[in-house]
């Protein structure tokens, strides 16, 4: 009796002994390994027959328990990370749409200023027979360029007239005359000549004889605003 149990414990221990020299390349094989040399340990003290049995038992699913918590362990970095790389693309993302509601602000704010833009008329009064630019309108002309500089996509319109008195020939020189000294001092102020366009118109015949007050209404340039891309112009 002593002798078989001997034999038992002998080859539980050979089986035991034997587990633990499984290749480390197979990660499954070997913690199977371990799992059965512990269960073979257990049916050692359990003994006999049923205490193999035992033993086997436990150490297939000690084996199985072990193999899987090796397979988790690389999953749950692999997810750690992948989790980690998800909430950095959740936030560039609300970067990129920050960025792309603040370009929508400005652009609103662009297309509001250019329809009021595209609204302003001004107009530049003469003397007599003349066509010189006096201080006051040589500083209108200098706020204008500033707005001609910072809305690059407008054109200016430039219409020159003068009153009916006085030849018409000369009416229709002089009139260009004064369209050509705004566009000089526009020029002079840095905008474009290629973005100014000029007409001369000559007299302004509008039944207005004799009346001082239209005559010195009718000696004038006018210059109108023409939004980017439409061509539509200022309407007043």
């Known amino acids: 009796m002593k002798k078989a149990n001997m034999m038992t414990i002998l080859a539980a221990a050979s089986v035991f002994f034997g587990a633990g020299e499984v290749r480390a390349d ?35 699913w000690l084996g199985n328990r072990i193999a899987v918590a090796e397979r ?30 603040q370009q929508e602000s400005l652009s609103a704010e662009l297309q509001h200023r250019q329809s009021q833009l595209a609204g302003l008329s001004l107009q530049v009064l003469f003397k007599t027979g003349n066509a010189d630019i006096d201080v006051a309108t040589n500083e209108r002309m200098a706020e204008l360029a500033e707005i001609m500089t910072a809305q690059p996509g407008f054109t200016l319109e430039i219409d020159g007239y003068a009153d009916e008195r006085g030849d018409e020939s000369f009416n229709l020189e002089l009139s260009r005359e004064r369209a050509d000294a705004v566009v000089a001092a526009l020029i002079a102020y840095g905008v474009p ?42 309407s007043n």
């Open 26 to 60: 197979d990660a499954k094989h070997a913690a199977e390994g371990k799992g059965f040399g512990t269960g073979a340990v257990v049916g050692v003290l359990v003994g006999g027959p049923v205490g193999a049995a035992i033993g086997a038992g436990i150490g297939a």
């Open 72 to 101: 988790v362990e690389p999953l749950e970095q692999d997810l750690t990370a992948a989790n980690s790389a998800a909430n950095d693309l959740k936030q560039e993302l609300a970067l990129i749409r920050e960025e792309l509601r």
């Open 193 to 234: 000549a290629e973005r100014l366009q000029v007409h001369a118109h000559g007299e302004v015949s509008g039944g207005t004889e004799g009346d001082l007050d239209a005559y010195a209404l009718d000696r004038r340039v006018t210059m109108r605003l023409v939004e980017p891309r439409t061509g539509r112009v200022a």
